[in-house]
């Protein structure tokens, strides 16, 4: 029987890459997207072109019953799950002072809360020999002011991942994080400025900025039953960030 996984996010940028490397590799993929449904639909087409299946699921994951709109729309398709990858988030540079408490809520909404309630509603259909992939950040490990208040929803996603491989453990489900750098995706718009992005290259010892497929390929891997003894860790993806 083949596979079957969830991306959250999946409609574009690291999400995207993550769902077309799964259906590469015969895993059915629900991409889930919140509200660029040409975006989505472009992400289903092009899985399908190259002989995959896959199927779009949305929801607002700033909503308080986005878990249960998620699970009522992929139960309508698939049986079970293998695998969960809570990739979804939002973020943008802001100083300390600018954030506000209600996008601090949507930031801790979207970015924290969602994937535990989806986890935590998803459980009863993730089979056992599962995966869980948190996608985490290098802002847990390199200190960025300019994205406080999103690096603490990250860091609630290490812990999520750290307290879950123990309670998943017994039945043989692998809870991860994978934190990547920083990647041309449409949340670093700021990359457009040749200036920044030159200066966003040289945080990694490769010297370039990073592209999805480099985050994607690391996933499938930490997905995949080769990965079945690393478990409850922050895995850096970052392309040797700051080291
Ligand atoms: P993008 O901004 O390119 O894509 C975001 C995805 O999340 C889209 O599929 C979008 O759906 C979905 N999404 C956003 N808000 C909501 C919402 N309220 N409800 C439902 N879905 C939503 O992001 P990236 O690919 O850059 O980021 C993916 C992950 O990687 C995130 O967890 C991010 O924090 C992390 N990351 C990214 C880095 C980077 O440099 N890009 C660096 C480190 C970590 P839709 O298309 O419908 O809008």
Do not use: C
């Not at 949305?58 to 009522?72: F, K, N, T």
């Not at 750290?162 to 994978?178: C, D, F, Q, S």
């Amino acid at each position: 029987m083949s596979r079957t996984a969830l991306v959250t996010g999946g409609s574009r940028g690291i999400g995207r890459a993550v769902a077309l490397r799964l259906a590469g590799e015969g895993v059915r993929v629900a991409v889930h997207y919140g509200s660029n449904e040409t975006a989505a639909k472009q992400t289903v087409d092009d899985i399908q072109a190259a002989g995959g299946e896959a199927f779009a699921v949305r929801a607002d994951l700033s909503e308080p019953d986005a878990a249960e709109q998620v699970w009522r729309q992929f139960d309508a398709v698939a049986d079970g799950l293998d695998v969960l990858v809570n990739n979804a988030a939002i973020g943008r540079h802001q100083p300390l002072a600018d954030v506000t408490p209600e996008w601090f809520d949507r930031l801790v909404a979207v970015n924290a809360k969602a994937p535990f309630f989806l986890i935590q509603q998803g459980l009863s259909r993730l089979r056992d020999g599962g995966r869980i992939v948190n996608i985490g950040s290098g802002v847990t490990r390199i200190a960025f002011p300019q994205d406080t208040a999103y690096s603490m929803t990250k860091g609630a996603l290490n812990t999520l991942t750290l307290a879950l491989a123990k309670e998943l453990g017994p039945r043989g489900i692998t809870v991860n994080t994978v934190a990547p750098g920083i990647i041309e995706t449409d949340m670093n718009d700021w990359l457009a400025d040749p200036e920044a992005a030159r200066a966003a290259a040289e945080y990694s010892v490769f010297e370039r900025v990073g592209q999805p497929e480099d985050v994607a390929d690391v996933v499938a891997f930490v997905a995949s039953e080769q990965a079945r003894w690393i478990t409850g860790q922050w895995i850096d993806a970052t392309g040797g960030s700051r080291l």
